[in-house]
Every structure is written in structure tokens, then in C-alpha cells.
């Protein structure tokens, strides 16, 4: 029997992004946020989500796609991550995606870094290209922009 894997998809700049479901905290509307002096370019904010201090990453700066996501639009995807939740700002939620793991490729060679680092594999739908984020990675790379 086939083993299937379900994704949270969202979208920056028209891509299509999918993180594993069982990596998402929750997903929500923008939150007010609060700036973090001398913070890397990646580090928006902090939100307080009930209580708990989560730091947010611009997944556009992290995956250098140009721009910054529009913080009164944006929505939040908070993530577990080893040190605590994170959230990821992302301009639009998608669908919670069902997909056969045999199904699932490399990424391709051509895609610049760090992009190509943070993407763990690919999944080709009927009328686009899922990239997979690999969370771990996304949050080390934000890490590491403060070197």
C-alpha cells in the first residue's frame, strides 16, 4: 500500500509551498508584532501567540525572493521547531495537500541558494510544482544570516 503524506501549503510570490502537517502548529491572520533591534534582515518580529513569545521569519528574505511579505496581509504559519515555535510569514494560506510519497522528487539542480537548501523535495501537481520546505533548514538559515 502506498504511503501517502499530507502538507500545509502556502504561497510567496505565486509559489506554491507545502510544509509536513505533523510540523505545523497552527495557521493564523496577521498578528501584531513587535521589532527586534539589530535582528537579522529575516527576523521581522516577535508575536505573542496567548502568551508565548514566538519569533517570525520572512520567508521571502530567508529564500531570497525579493520583497517583503505585506505584514498587514500576511499570514502566520507557526511552526515546532527544537527550540520552540517559530512563525513563518507567508503572503497566502493553500490547501492542506494530500500526496503519495513515491510521488515525491529532488529538487532540481538549478534552483539558486539558498533556496535550493531549503527545499526538501518537489511533488508535481496538475497545474503547478509543490516545493517542499524543509523547516529545520529554513530556520538555520535565518540563524545563520546573523553571523
Not at 73 to 102: K, P
Request: include cysteine; aromatic fraction near 4%; charge should be negative.
Amino acid at each position: 500500500m502506498a504511503e501517502h503524506r499530507q502538507y500545509c501549503t502556502f504561497f510567496l510570490e505565486g509559489v506554491l509551498f507545502g510544509i509536513p502537517v505533523e510540523q505545523v502548529q497552527e495557521v493564523i491572520r496577521r498578528q501584531p508584532m513587535t521589532r527586534v533591534p539589530l535582528a537579522p534582515p529575516a527576523v521581522r518580529g516577535l508575536i505573542n501567540l496567548r502568551g508565548q513569545i514566538v519569533t517570525a521569519i520572512d520567508l521571502r528574505t530567508s529564500l531570497r525572493l525579493g520583497g517583503h511579505v505585506d505584514e498587514a496581509q500576511a499570514y502566520n504559519v507557526v511552526v515546532r521547531s527544537a527550540h520552540g515555535a517559530v512563525s513563518f510569514l507567508v503572503d497566502e494560506i493553500g490547501e492542506v495537500c494530500t500526496v503519495n510519497a513515491a510521488d515525491l522528487d529532488e529538487p532540481p539542480r538549478h534552483l539558486h541558494e539558498p533556496l535550493r537548501s531549503m527545499i526538501h523535495q518537489v511533488y508535481r501537481l496538475e497545474s503547478r510544482t509543490m516545493l517542499v520546505l524543509d523547516a529545520a533548514r529554513s530556520l538555520e538559515a535565518a540563524a545563520m544570516a546573523a553571523c
